[in-house]
């Protein structure tokens, strides 16, 4: 079993400002007690709102809650309509930032080029990137899941320190697994985690070791425990079954039953 079990709620554009509140309120309704859910060190519980709802986020959550943000531009300030820089996500107490979501990859257009320098940015304002990588269903029908990942976490990474890499979350989310219901089966993610974990040891071994590597894709309460048992999956990220208060909980209730 691994040390820290991530479980990472992504609720894309879901939540406003009220609803990201009421979440936090009913979240007070269920009486956890983080000691004995493990929150206090063996879990990390992270939300990550729609930049408009951090601030109340911010506000309204439990201490043993922590914040990500879905996205961030790679430059503090200027002329960038519409975007976000990381220092005004780090002003809300943004600890983790999700780059490089297929979602951002397809619907938005974002190469891996973008990815890199966000990456770097995020590093240098002290937050933890959680890069997500995945193979889509042609790539996969192809069998070409493994060289499709390596290069994009290759060029994601490309030009940072190695003693930086200890500082990065890696998740894996096969895009055809996202939003379908249509989960990786928990041996094919370790599969995968596995040879994420080979691709960053070679860039540095003691560090790239250090990498939490997440499965996400269609995770739920149900299935979520046999992902975090595999010894190469460190946790999952979860999109819609982390939107409402009660299925998140249970998300989080599940794995503090078998760390
Ligand atoms: P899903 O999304 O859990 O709704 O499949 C996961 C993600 O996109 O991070």
């Known amino acids: 079993m691994n040390m820290t079990v991530y479980i990472a ?7 406003s400002p009220n609803e990201t509140e009421d979440f936090m309120t009913n979240l007070g309704q269920f009486n956890i007690d983080a000691k004995s859910y493990g929150l206090d060190n063996s879990i990390k519980a992270i939300v990550c709102p729609s930049s408009i709802a951090l601030e109340r986020a911010s506000d309204k959550k439990p201490a043993w809650l922590e914040l990500g943000a879905q996205d961030s531009y790679f430059e503090e300030s200027g002329a960038y309509t519409g975007e976000v820089s990381p220092s005004m996500l780090k002003d809300f107490g943004v600890k983790y930032v999700i780059v490089g979501h297929s979602e951002r990859r397809n619907i938005f257009g974002e190469v891996n080029e973008d990815i890199n320098k966000k990456v770097k940015k995020i590093l240098e304002l002290d937050m933890i990137p959680i890069l997500c990588v995945g193979e889509n269903d042609t790539e996969r029908e192809q069998g070409i899941t493994f060289p499709v990942i390596e290069i994009q976490i290759k060029k994601a990474l490309w030009g940072i320190d190695k003693n930086e890499l200890n500082r990065i979350i890696i998740a894996y989310e096969p895009v055809w697994a996202i939003g379908t219901g249509k989960a990786a089966t928990p041996e094919d993610a370790e599969e995968v985690g596995s040879y994420i974990k080979e691709v960053l040891a070679n860039i540095d071994q003691r560090n790239g070791e250090a990498v939490p590597v997440l499965y996400g894709g269609s995770v739920n309460p149900d299935n ?7 010894g190469n999956i460190d946790g999952a990220l979860v999109g819609g079954k982390s939107v409402k208060s009660d ?13």
């Open 224 to 230: 979520i425990a046999g992902f975090v048992n595999m």
């Open 9 to 15: 709620g992504n609720w894309k554009m879901n939540n």
């Open 247 to 259: 299925s998140f909980v249970e998300l989080i209730k599940k794995v503090s039953e078998i760390i």
